[in-house]
């Protein structure tokens, strides 16, 4: 077992503020040339580029945009760290420099806005940083480091992409797999806990069918809007009137689409749902409650024939597993003052990231790193109004770039070397 110390830290460090413009840098380019799921070609090849440049052996188009670093450095354990490099289909509203004006077409063929509201150019410039140090300072650790860029974290499909493309069959099986994410938070620190981390997601679509007619003769249709408002109407009542107090259960409402004039009642309604839980019964539960009513609504209104329900995709649970969450959490608060670590509650965001650990029958430690300005944080937190920062997803996501680059950087350095011995 290592222990990691902060001497040897400090060590493996010693050149991250002359690497620190570079990685901003980096940061900013990766930021104003964000790319969708699955099509991010041009942050791979940056990141495959900077990995090559620090004497790690690259495998690219692992799960068709994947990137993989390897780093073997004597006998010792494994460890991965894992980084994602999809944006999103939002339009910025930052107004910084950097911000991003791209567009791209998305799955669907649409042309849409994109921009990296999620801060997953955080994440690539913190394991590039990680990378870098690491292959600098490997006279301070024994064993490999096993670097992944993973695409399509949004849409729930990179990590299975890359599993499903060999990557437990290509490269060494690691003794802890290790990840971040910046969040809402004081910039500086690290938050993180034993057990569930981010919840099990669930986004479905649920197809309501009725008969259309013209919007004077309403008693010659079967309406899907009304089907589809009484429908969304009685979801709220699964977690308020289904879930235990005790429990935790978000069942939320995303796209209500029907119809296109004020005076033609449409064919048929679309809703788009999306559910958050932390425990398999729970989730169950709330999945066979969602069933029962859309189709009861449906039967209710005289629909011509039962909803179609679809899975859009789904998002394990992640746990970090309490062992090796006590040692990363043991490594923290070594290096990062006391007040810079912090115990978090599970997110009801959800990640992909999970996948690596759980299929891989390896343990997994997650953990959030605070990238709001600490100022603007503690005035937030006085006045009761933390809920008013800009969210991941919000098109006014912008992590302040110092200190959520050099702590995300260090904190994963430090539990990698938490588990490489000297």
Known sequence: MSVES?????????????????????????????ELSMQETRTAA????????????????????????????????????????????????????????AKAKDADGNDVPVMHACGHDMHVAWLVGAATLLGEGRKFWRGT??????????????????????????????????????????????????????????????????RGAHGSMPQAAIDPVVMAAATVMRLQTVVSREVAAT??????????????????????????????????????????????????????????????????????????????????????????SSDRVRETGPATASEDFGSFGAEWKAPSVFWFVGGTDPETYAKAKAANRINEIPTNHNPRFLPVIHPTLETGVEALVVSTLAWLPA
Request: without cysteine; proline residues 7%; aromatic residues 4%.
């Open 6 to 34: 902060p001497e040897r830290s400090r060590s493996v460090l010693e050149n991250l503020e002359h690497l620190l413009p570079d990685l901003e840098a980096l940061y900013r380019d990766v930021h104003a040339h964000p």
């Open 46 to 101: 940056l990141a495959a580029k900077r990995l090559r440049a620090s004497g790690y052996e690259v495998t690219s188009a692992v799960g068709k945009t994947g990137v993989v670093g390897l780093l073997r450095n004597g006998d010792g354990p494994t460890v991965m760290l894992r980084a994602d490099m999809d944006a999103l289909p939002v339009e910025e509203m930052t107004g910084v420099p950097y911000a991003s004006t």
């Open 145 to 210: 480091v096993l670097v992944v860029f993973q695409p399509a974290e949004e849409t729930a499909q990179g990590a299975q992409a890359m599993i499903d493309d060999g990557l437990f069959e290509r490269f060494p099986k690691p003794d802890v797999v290790l990840g971040q994410h910046v969040m809402v938070g004081p910039a500086g620190t690290v938050a993180s806990r034993a057990g569930p981390i981010t919840s099990a997601a669930d986004s479905l679509q649920i197809r309501l069918f009725g």
């Open 247 to 336: 429990e935790a259960a978000v069942v939320t409402i995303g796209a209500l689409q029907a119809g296109v004039k004020e005076n033609v009642i449409p064919d048929e309604a679309i809703i788009k749902l999306n559910v958050r839980t932390y425990d398999e019964n729970v989730r169950k539960r709330v999945l066979a409650a969602i069933e029962r009513i859309v189709n009861a609504e449906a039967a209710a209104s005289g629909a011509p024939r039962p909803p179609e329900i679809t899975l859009l995709d789904r998002y394990p649970l992640a746990v970090n597993d309490p062992d090796a969450s006590q040692r990363v959490a043991a490594a923290f608060r070594r290096h990062f």
